[in-house]
């Protein structure tokens, strides 16, 4: 059986790892769609939506906002396209774990501070401790998935590409397809899925899939697989409404299993990696701080509430005649502020905290 070395690392510059700017913009687009998505169903405008839910205005929210589940998908997706070729260090993980530990902390303080939030031992726990939302939370199990990277690699190595393919058909047919079916429960957290997304990124990095289709191709088909998940969610809100059948407009996109979710995040991906575009500073800078914008925004409920319903007022925005506008203006400002804080806790708080841990790591041989 042939094993594959998983361990051959990227082209690299200077000593430093080249940021793929294609993939790096494909990062910044796939953020500005988990917060639209954030946009419309954290902010209580879908409950205002389903009270006229073939009015203009909620076929727009409802298209904007399908997006999210796709995202995470996405994102996952880079991850495990890099990190299957590469090694999961002590600063790597770090790097992450103190990223969602500042923006807990100081998120949870200032809202404290400020009187938004009430002082409690319980409320202080679950908005700072990563695990006490791993049962759903992105971030959480996002952090608990990278601990498992590294098994994943000795496992994705020891594979050969048939069998690499049984175990992606086995783990698409167990989340994907039965759980199409109405009376099958298939109960998953994020860390499950995430390997299984790693699964199939790795796959794609070290064996490729139709190499002979071309890339314009893959374009294509990712703009057919969005059309197609636009028609299912306008589809189902018709069928409930011409006929009385209760289903979830975005039922084929609802999670991150969703079977056109799973087809979008996969085109698009085979899309934008081989997307050829110059390397650019300004694209790999704002993507270097994408997580930062989703452990910022979607920090809490507190901070969803205070973003979404009480500071930017979503619902109100709903009844507005600039509503389209206004809408846009809020995704983007969310981004881009959340862009600049991360920038400027990366130039600050990451760099002069690793100053110091470089150097205890380096003295302890754990870098």
Request: charged content about 15%.
């Amino acid at each position: 059986m042939e094993k594959i070395n998983i361990k051959t690392t990227d082209q690299v510059m200077g000593g430093h790892k080249i940021r793929r700017s294609n993939l790096e913009l494909y990062r910044i687009i796939v953020m500005l769609l988990i917060v639209t998505h954030h946009y419309v169903v954290n902010s209580g405008l879908m409950d205002v939506m389903s009270e006229n839910p073939a009015s203009f205005r909620s076929l727009y929210l409802y298209l904007i906002g399908m997006w999210g589940k796709t995202g995470i998908n996405c994102f996952v997706l880079i991850t495990g396209y890099f990190m299957c070729r590469s090694n999961i260090t002590l600063r790597k993980f770090l790097k992450l774990f103190l990223e969602v530990m500042f923006y807990n902390i100081m998120i949870w303080a200032i809202f404290v501070a400020t009187g938004y939030e009430s002082f409690s031992i319980k409320m202080m726990l679950k908005d700072i401790l990563p695990i006490t939302s791993i049962h759903d939370g992105f971030t959480s199990c996002f952090l608990v998935f990278y601990l498992f990277i590294p098994f994943l690699n000795i496992l994705v190595g020891n594979l050969d590409k048939k069998r690499h393919q049984y175990l992606l058909a086995l783990c698409l047919f167990t989340y994907t397809f039965l759980a199409m079916i109405p009376k099958i429960h298939v109960v998953f957290n994020y860390v499950t899925w995430f390997s299984v997304l790693y699964l199939i990124s790795s796959y794609i990095r070290l064996y490729g899939v139709f190499p002979s289709v071309k890339n314009i191709r893959w374009g294509l088909l990712t703009l057919a697989s969005v059309a197609l998940a636009m028609v299912s969610t306008i589809g189902f809100i018709f069928l409930h409404l011409k006929y009385g059948i209760k289903l979830i407009p975005y039922r084929l996109v609802s999670d991150s299993n969703a079977i056109l979710a799973v087809i979008v995040s996969i085109c698009s991906f085979m899309y934008f990696k081989d997307l050829p575009i110059r390397q650019s500073k300004v694209i790999n800078t704002i993507s270097a701080s994408t997580f930062g914008v989703l452990c910022i925004h979607a920090n809490s409920d507190t901070m969803r509430q205070w973003l979404w319903k009480d500071t930017l007022n979503n619902v109100e925005q709903y009844y507005s005649d600039y509503m389209i506008w206004l809408s846009l203006v809020s995704i983007l400002a969310v981004f881009f502020i959340c862009v600049i804080v991360d920038y400027i806790r990366i130039h600050t708080f990451e760099k002069y905290t690793f100053l110091f841990l470089d150097k205890w790591m380096e003295k302890q041989n754990l870098k």
